[in-house]
């Protein structure tokens, strides 16, 4: 039996007789034999890997999207090369330099300019977008829907009697800040009042940015997310405020120290995993030269828990 024989049927090949295809796998089962990825990778000119860059790896919002997609990746034989940028201006550097070491790449939470995105699309490396819309960019994109829930939490708020409500931001470049901040806006009509407080997406931004949002005199801090929120909740805690009795704090994502906090945060949970799973879906496709019709965002999930309550001066 010929090398080429052997090599046809360890990459699939249909142009093999059945019987010997059958004689080759019996043999690499026997002899526990795995096919080496960088010698494939050099004979067909690919990596066989895949980059994801992202904002944070501290972040445990994106661990859960990274799990599921290193899942698929590793099903379809890709490995994962993460990184992260440190300043928003590095962020299209990274995914440049990132690019030339990999087949695909998936850019999670892209913070960039339009400009950027499309420079990346212009590349002609299979590129997905995760958590973030951009019209006008020729990539494939997958995200969540944030304006409903967010809204449907502001409606949760107005229920409780809460009127004055401050939102910690994220990052202003971060499209999922974008939504979330227009939902709250749009909850004028339930009867909040909002204001924005600059913030970001970490413990100790929430915490830091709380001194100043009590000085708008809410009954109510909605954090961009629930790392947020949580130094929040320290940040009142140390100042002798108890959540919810005297404020209450609302996060986004579900991450899984939001449900074991004291108290338990009221926050939208996200897909995570669906969100992964389905960036790799796009990717893979993209790097077999297919493109997906665009999917429709995924659906994000309001949950009540111990950290909102009624708005103080409004209990009866």
Known sequence: MSVATVSRVMSGSLKVNPEMAERVRRATEELEYRPNGAAQGLASGMHRSVG??????????????????????????????????????????????????????????????????????????????????????????????????????????????????????????????????????????????????????????GYEATDEALGHDPTALIAFNDLAALGAVARLRELGLKTPEDISVTGFDDVALARYADPALTTIVSPKAALGEQAWVMLEASLRGERLEQPPLLSATFVQRASTGPAKGSRT
């Open 52 to 205: 994801v860059v992202l904002p944070d790896l501290s972040n445990p919002y994106f661990h859960g999207i990274i799990k599921a997609t290193n899942v698929g990746a590793a099903r379809d034989g890709y490995r994962m090369l993460v990184t992260e940028w440190q300043e928003p201006g590095e962020e299209l550097g990274v995914c440049l330099d990132v690019l030339s070491r990999v087949d695909g790449l998936l850019v999670l939470s892209a913070r960039m300019e339009t400009d950027g995105l499309r420079d990346l699309a212009a590349r002609g490396v299979p590129t997905v977008l995760v958590n973030r819309v951009e019209l006008g960019v020729d990539l494939p994109m997958v995200a969540v829907d944030n304006f409903s829930p967010m809204l449907e939490l502001c409606q949760h708020l107005a229920s409780l009697g809460h009127r004055r409500v401050v939102y910690l931001a994220g990052s202003p470049g971060a499209w999922q800040n974008r939504e979330r901040w227009k939902a709250v806006q749009q909850a004028r009509i339930l009867g909040l009042d909002p204001v924005m407080v600059a913030s970001d997406a970490t413990i100790e931004a």
